[in-house]
C-alpha cells in the first residue's frame, strides 16, 4: 500500500525559524526577561546568570537555555483517570480540549451570557466526557457560587468527581498548587503514581512583554518537580504588548516560553513542559484580543512550528470565536481554527466550545464543535491508499445496472472513509421545514439533553471522591469557606 | 508666522501625531509671548477633539488616537512651566485617579483612557497597574479628586473593583469620589452591580461619560 500523506500546514522556512530563535535569544541575553520569583532567580542565578534582584531582571545566556532544551521531553504521555488509556503529546498528534476557565456560560433559554454555577460546570464536565473528538477535559467553568478563593481548586475537583479524560487545568493563586496536586495524586494513588502518569496539564501564562509573574514561575517549578507537565502560554497582542508585525510577536512568544523552559528545567531536569500559546492580533479599532482573527491563527501556527523545531510538545488557543452567540461567526471561526490548527500537528488545541475572546463557554456550541473537530481529524488522517488494486477489480463485469450501495466493497470502507454528523442538517429542504426549522443551536441543544440523559455520570469510585472532598473541604476551611454547593 | 497659523498648525501635529513638531509649536508660542491659554484652547484641544473625532468615525485607530495623546501630553509638558510662572491656573475638566487594580498587571486599557482623559482636559494622577485597592482611595483623599478610576482586565480581579466600592463604604466614603470601571471582563451591568457611577466601553466614551458627570 503507498504510504498516506499527513497533510501540514507550515507557514515559516527554516531560514526565519531559526532567525527569529536567533532574535529570541539575543533578546534574553542582552535585554533579559523579568523573572518576579525569588525560587526562579535563585535557579538562574546559581546557574550562573546574570540577575538584577532589584529589578527581577535575568539575563539568560543561550548555552544554558539549550542545554535545558536538551533535556526537556519531546514527547509527554498522558493518561486518563484509570491509568489505562494513554494519550501522546508529542509529534504531530492532535487532542483537543475545550477552551478553559470562562466566566460566563451562554445560556441556550435566554440566549444571554450569565454566571456559570456548579450544576452548569457538572453538565459542562459531563458533556465534555461524551464527546468523542474533545479528547481532554479542561477546567472550563469558574463557578459563581463558590467564593474566589478556593475557584481554581474548585473546578478540578468538579472534573476529577465527573469526567475520567486527563484534564487541563492551572492555578489562580500559587497557594492552590499544593490542595490541586494532592487532588490529582488522591484520584492517581500517590505522588509518584501521579509523575509517572500524569492526569493534568497546568497551564502558566507569561505576561507580556518579556515578564514571568510569581504566580506563573511559581507554578512552572512545582509542576516540574511533581512531574505536572506546564503548558507555556505566553500571550503577545500585536502592537498592544508585543510587536505589531507576526514575526516580530513570535521573536517575544519564543523569548517568554524559552524562558519558561528553562524554568522548569533548572527546577527538574527532565520536567514535561509544553511550548504554547494564546497570543492575538489586537483588535487597532476596538482593544479587543480577537481569537478568530486569521493573523491570531497564523501566530499560533507559526509558534507551534518553531515549538516543534525545538523538539518540544506544542499547544494553541484556537477553535475558537469571538462571536456572543452560536452563528455564522462562531462556526467560521472555530472551523478555520480547528481546522488550521490540526493541519499545523498542534498537540493540545484548547477552544471547543468558546465564545466571546475566550470569556464565555456554550454547552451548543461544544457539540457543535465536536463535530467541527471529528472533521479536521477526518482531514488529516488523509487519503489512504485502502485496498489494491483501487478500483479496476471493482469494476471488473461493469454494467449500467451494477449497485455501488450494496458492494461489499461499499459496506467495508463506507464508515473509516466517511464522517456522518449528528448536528449539522445534512437533510432535504422539506425535511428541514418538516422538523420545526431547527437553528443548529436548538439541533445542539437538544443533542446535548440526549446524550446527558443516556450516558450516566462517569463518577469517581467512593473512596477516591471521599479522599477528594475532605482535600477541597480543608483547604475550603483554611480560606474561611465553610459551605459548598450540594453536588449531584 | 502670525497666531492663527500656529494654531492651524498645531493642530495639524496633533492630528497626524508628529509629538517634536507639537513640541517645537509650544516653544515656538511660548518665544512669541502669546496668550498661552489660547494656544491650548484653539490649537492644542481643537486638535485632540479632532483626533476623536476621526477615531469615532473609523477613519483613526488606536495607533492613532494614543499618538495624538502623547502628543498632547509632550506639548503640554512644555507649556506647563511657564503656565506655572506666570501662575496661570488651566481650567481642569476634573481630577481622575485611575490604575489597573491589585493583582492585575494589565493596563494598555487603562493607559489608553489616562492618556485621552489627560488629552481632554483632565487631571490625571495614574497610580500605574497592580495598585493595592486602598492606595486608590488614600491617594483620590489627598489629591481631593472627582474621580477613581479602576481597570482590570482578569475576571479574578474585577472584583477588585467592587472590593473598592465597599472599601469606600466602610470608610465613610462611598459618593464622595465618582467610581468608574473599565476592562474587558466589565460592563453596564457589572457598574450597576457593585454601585459604581459608571462604565464605559473604550477611551473616547470614558472621556464622555467623564465629561458628562462633571456636568460638562
Redesign the interface.
Known amino acids: 500500500m503507498i504510504k498516506t500523506v499527513r497533510p501540514k500546514l507550515e507557514l515559516l522556512s527554516r531560514r526565519f525559524i531559526e532567525k527569529i530563535i536567533d532574535e529570541a535569544f539575543e533578546i534574553l541575553d542582552k535585554q533579559g526577561i523579568f523573572v518576579e520569583n525569588k525560587e526562579a532567580l535563585k535557579l538562574f542565578s546559581q546557574a550562573g546568570m546574570k540577575v538584577d534582584k532589584k529589578t527581577s531582571r535575568v539575563h539568560l545566556k543561550r548555552r544554558l537555555v539549550e542545554k535545558c532544551l536538551a533535556t526537556a521531553p519531546s514527547v509527554i504521555k498522558l493518561y486518563d483517570r484509570t491509568g489505562e488509556q494513554e494519550f501522546v503529546v508529542g509529534g504531530d498528534e492532535v487532542h483537543f480540549d475545550p477552551g478553559s476557565a470562562a466566566v460566563r456560560i451562554l445560556d441556550h433559554k435566554t440566549g444571554e451570557e450569565r454566571k456559570p454555577e456548579t450544576k452548569d460546570l457538572v453538565d459542562f464536565i459531563r458533556l465534555t466526557e461524551c464527546l468523542d473528538n474533545i479528547h481532554f477535559q479542561s477546567t472550563g467553568l469558574i463557578s459563581a457560587d463558590v467564593p474566589h478563593a478556593i475557584a481554581d481548586i474548585y473546578r478540578l475537583y468538579i472534573g476529577l468527581i465527573y469526567s475520567r479524560k486527563p484534564v487541563v487545568t492551572g492555578t489562580f493563586r500559587v497557594q492552590s498548587f499544593r490542595p490541586m496536586k494532592d487532588l490529582l495524586a488522591a484520584v492517581r494513588g500517590g505522588e509518584k503514581e501521579l509523575a509517572s502518569k500524569p492526569l493534568a496539564i497546568f497551564d502558566a501564562c507569561p505576561s507580556p512583554p518579556l515578564k514571568w509573574s510569581n504566580l506563573t514561575a511559581q507554578s512552572l517549578i512545582d509542576s516540574a518537580r511533581a512531574g505536572i507537565p506546564s503548558e507555556l502560554i505566553s500571550m503577545g497582542l500585536t502592537g498592544a504588548t508585543s510587536l505589531v508585525t507576526i514575526s516580530g510577536t513570535l521573536v517575544q512568544h519564543v523569548a517568554e516560553n524559552l524562558c519558561g523552559v528553562a524554568i522548569t528545567q533548572l527546577a527538574k531536569k527532565g520536567a514535561p513542559v509544553i511550548f504554547g500559546g494564546s497570543p492575538a492580533s489586537f483588535d487597532m479599532k476596538r482593544g479587543t484580543p480577537p481569537m478568530g482573527a486569521i493573523e491570531t491563527m497564523m501566530i499560533d501556527v507559526g509558534y507551534a512550528q518553531i515549538g516543534k523545531y525545538l523538539n518540544l510538545p506544542t499547544h494553541a488557543y484556537m477553535a475558537l470565536s469571538d462571536a456572543k452567540t452560536n452563528d455564522a461567526q462562531a462556526g467560521m471561526e472555530t472551523g478555520v481554527g480547528a481546522v488550521l490548527g490540526a493541519l499545523a500537528g498542534i498537540n493540545v488545541i484548547s477552544g471547543p466550545g468558546m465564545l466571546d475572546f475566550e470569556s464565555c463557554q456554550s454547552l451548543e456550541k461544544l457539540v457543535i464543535d465536536d463535530e467541527i473537530c471529528a472533521m479536521a481529524y477526518r482531514l488529516i488522517s488523509g487519503i489512504a491508499h485502502r485496498d489494491d488494486p483501487i478500483a479496476t477489480d471493482k469494476f471488473e463485469g461493469y454494467t449500467p445496472e451494477t449497485q455501488f450501495l450494496s458492494m461489499p466493497h461499499t459496506k467495508k470502507w463506507y464508515r473509516l472513509e466517511h464522517f456522518y454528523p449528528v448536528i449539522a442538517d445534512r437533510d432535504t429542504y422539506d425535511a428541514w421545514a418538516s422538523m420545526g426549522k431547527k437553528p443548529i443551536a436548538q439541533r445542539a441543544h437538544e443533542h446535548i439533553e440526549k446524550l446527558l440523559a443516556s450516558n450516566p455520570p462517569a463518577v469517581v469510585d467512593q473512596h477516591a471522591r471521599g479522599e477528594l472532598t475532605r482535600i477541597l473541604t480543608a483547604y475550603a476551611k483554611a480560606n474561611g469557606v465553610t459551605s459548598l454547593p450540594g453536588l449531584p | 508666522m502670525n497666531k492663527e497659523e500656529l494654531f492651524a498648525r498645531i493642530q495639524k501635529a496633533i492630528i497626524e501625531g508628529r509629538k517634536s513638531e507639537a513640541e517645537d509649536l509650544a516653544r515656538e508660542a511660548i518665544k512669541a509671548r502669546l496668550d498661552l491659554t489660547e494656544v491650548i484652547e484653539k490649537g492644542y484641544v481643537p486638535g485632540i477633539q479632532k483626533v476623536g473625532d476621526l477615531w469615532e468615525k473609523?477613519e483613526y485607530?488606536?495607533?492613532e488616537l494614543i499618538t495624538g495623546g502623547e502628543c498632547m501630553k509632550a506639548a503640554m509638558a512644555v507649556l506647563q512651566p511657564e503656565l506655572d510662572k506666570a501662575q496661570i491656573k488651566t481650567k481642569s475638566k476634573g481630577k481622575v485617579v485611575i490604575g489597573t487594580v491589585e493583582g492585575d498587571?494589565?493596563d494598555?486599557?487603562k493607559n489608553?483612557v489616562a492618556s485621552m482623559l489627560s488629552a481632554n482636559g483632565f487631571e490625571v494622577i495614574d497610580l500605574g497597574a497592580d495598585v493595592k485597592l486602598e492606595k486608590f482611595i488614600d491617594k483620590a483623599v489627598e489629591t481631593q479628586s472627582d474621580f477613581i478610576c479602576l481597570s482590570a482586565l482578569l475576571?479574578?480581579t474585577m472584583?477588585g473593583q467592587k472590593k473598592t466600592i465597599e472599601l469606600l463604604k466602610q470608610k465613610n466614603l462611598y459618593g464622595k469620589f465618582k467610581v468608574l470601571v473599565g476592562g474587558?471582563?466589565a460592563n453596564q451591568k457589572w457598574a450597576d452591580e457593585i454601585g459604581a457611577d459608571g462604565y464605559a466601553e473604550?477611551?473616547m466614551l470614558a472621556v464622555k461619560l467623564a465629561s458628562r458627570l462633571m456636568g460638562a
Open positions: 473609523g485607530f488606536l495607533p498587571i494589565h494598555i486599557g489608553l475576571t479574578t472584583l474587558a471582563p473604550n477611551a
